[in-house]
């Protein structure tokens, strides 16, 4: 089994930072892509950040510039720099992880998501 461990939402004022970070514990071979996802209230879920094993990193055009993920893959922790944030970025974050999994000698992909941290952004 595999436990994604999210930390450091809150409430933020506009313009404001905060750090997301989540570590991955359990039993698996490695782990491929972690990322972060957020879902607000009455809206779907979507992707903000993506960065895979070799830091490749994609961002969601709405976090661009204000936003950065990070990835220390010793410790399977991918980490959430987000600055300058603003009411819309208020949302449940949650973490994502692509995970290889052995399964009888062979690897098989598993994904994997956090409980969810809550930030808001607010005055």
Do not use: H
């Not at 750090?19 to 779907?44: H, N, T, V």
């Amino acid at each position: 089994q595999v436990q994604l461990v999210e930390s450091g939402g809150g409430l933020v004022q506009p313009g404001g930072s905060l750090r997301l970070s989540c570590a991955a514990s359990g039993r698996f071979a490695s782990i491929d892509a972690m990322g972060w996802y957020r879902q607000a209230p009455g809206k779907e879920r979507e992707l903000v950040a993506r960065i895979t094993s070799e830091r490749t990193t994609n961002l969601a055009d709405s976090v661009k510039g204000r936003f950065t993920a990070a990835r220390d893959n010793a410790k399977n922790t991918v980490y959430l720099d987000m600055n300058s944030l603003q009411p819309e970025d208020t949302a449940v974050y949650y973490c994502n992880a692509k995970v290889a999994i052995m399964t009888f000698s062979r690897p098989v992909a598993m994904y994997y998501w956090g409980q969810g941290t809550q930030v808001t952004v607010s005055s």
